[in-house]
């Protein structure tokens, strides 16, 4: 496999659709420069979490818009409104205690399994990554298209682990490379995982050099700016933490790859994200007024000048 162009797509619930409108802008970016539209203008696709989602479903021939109407249609399926996920946090309770998942995770396996059926990972005709981390043996999983242990893998089964964020949704039981693994969200390791896609391009050819060689578009979903004062962020325990210390974490590994690959790829790493107002950066906000604010802010960022300039940049280059 030779990956020179990557394409990667960070996690970030909900807000990926978000990520699903900048792609429709990269596609019509690259469909003015008379270039082939995604996934087609990529060697390696990669993907965390909702980023893991929307890889795949590039893969199968999904187009951006697609996946943008499947976050609008399916998302109260996926996170139940009060009323439904009270019930069954009530059902849960006797057996997982009060501490449960917020969502039992149902919804997102019937949706997962309505948009890939019994596809398998290595039917993907584009190479793709996905993240996720096995906390029996406390390590990062890459699922790999184009490894042969993997190919076998269902492609929701493998979303479904990627997209597992604690406190969230429950852990995936699958058995991969004939291991039983408890799987999460890729966004605990890399929810930006554009580093681990460089690291694979490097691996698989030595004479790559990443800051001549290399290409890479990296589409975030939106970037939390909700401040954690010093006086909460002394006195917090467990219980305080228990939710944000999810977005820390994700937010904090995300702007880390983000610089390490500023550094290795040069003028050749194109970074798509923007700020998120306060209200707009929760996972699983799924009413009308929050999609609506979301819509608007990613198609504001696609207007803008600096952006447009960006995507002609990144079309040059591919």
């Given at each position: 496999m030779?990956?020179?162009r ?5 996690g970030g ?30 060697d390696?696709v990669?993907?965390?979490s909702?980023g893991?989602?929307i ?8 187009d951006?818009t ?10 109260h399926?996926?996170?139940p409104?009060?009323?439904r996920r009270?019930?069954s ?5 006797f057996?997982?205690?009060v501490?449960a998942?917020?969502y039992d995770?149902?919804g997102?396996?019937?949706v ?5 059926g019994?596809?398998?990972l290595?039917e993907l005709?584009r190479?793709?990554?996905v993240?996720?981390?096995d906390?029996?043996?406390?390590r990062?999983?890459?699922f790999k298209s184009f ?6 893998l269902k492609?929701w ?5 990627s997209?597992a ?5 429950p852990a995936?039981?699958?058995?991969v490379e004939g ?5 999460i969200?890729?966004?605990v390791?890399a929810?930006?995982?554009t580093?681990s896609?460089?690291?694979e391009?490097?691996r ?5 050099d ?5 290409v890479v578009l ?6 939390r700016?909700?401040?954690i004062d010093l006086?909460s962020?002394?006195?917090?325990g467990?219980?305080e933490w ?5 977005d820390?974490l994700?937010?904090g590994?995300?702007?880390?790859v983000d610089y ?8 050749s790493y ?14 699983d906000?799924t ?5 609506l ?12 000048m600096e952006?447009?300039a960006?995507?002609?940049?990144l079309?040059a280059l591919?």
């Amino acid at each position: 496999m030779q990956a020179r162009r990557i394409l990667s797509l960070d996690g970030g619930g909900i807000r990926g659709l978000v990520t699903c409108i900048w792609l429709d802008g990269v596609e019509a970016a690259l469909r003015d420069a008379g270039k082939p539209g995604l996934p087609e203008s990529f060697d390696l696709v990669a993907g965390s979490s909702t980023g893991a989602i929307i890889a795949c479903g590039l893969g199968i021939g999904l187009d951006a818009t697609q996946l943008a109407a499947l976050y609008r249609e399916h998302r109260h399926t996926i996170f139940p409104g009060m009323a439904r996920r009270l019930w069954s946090r009530l059902g849960r309770a006797f057996g997982q205690g009060v501490s449960a998942p917020r969502y039992d995770g149902t919804g997102l396996e019937r949706v997962l399994r309505e948009v890939f059926g019994d596809a398998r990972l290595g039917e993907l005709p584009r190479p793709t990554l996905v993240t996720s981390y096995d906390t029996i043996r406390r390590r990062p999983v890459m699922f790999k298209s184009f490894k042969p242990e993997h190919a076998d893998l269902k492609i929701w089964e493998v979303c479904r682990a990627s997209a597992a964020a604690p406190t969230y949704f429950p852990a995936h039981g699958m058995t991969v490379e004939g291991r039983a693994c408890a799987l999460i969200d890729g966004g605990v390791v890399a929810n930006n995982p554009t580093a681990s896609a460089i690291a694979e391009a490097l691996r698989k050819d030595a004479r790559v050099d990443a800051s001549h060689d290399l290409v890479v578009l990296s589409v975030g979903s939106g970037e939390r700016n909700r401040s954690i004062d010093l006086q909460s962020a002394r006195e917090w325990g467990a219980l305080e933490w228990a939710i944000p210390i999810i977005d820390v974490l994700f937010d904090g590994n995300a702007d880390s790859v983000d610089y390490i690959a500023r550094q290795l790829v040069g003028d050749s790493y194109v970074r798509m994200q923007a700020e998120l107002v306060v209200g707009l950066d929760d996972l699983d906000d799924t009413s009308a007024t929050n999609i609506l604010a979301l819509e608007t802010m990613a198609k504001e960022y696609l207007d803008r000048m600096e952006t447009k300039a960006r995507l002609r940049h990144l079309v040059a280059l591919l």
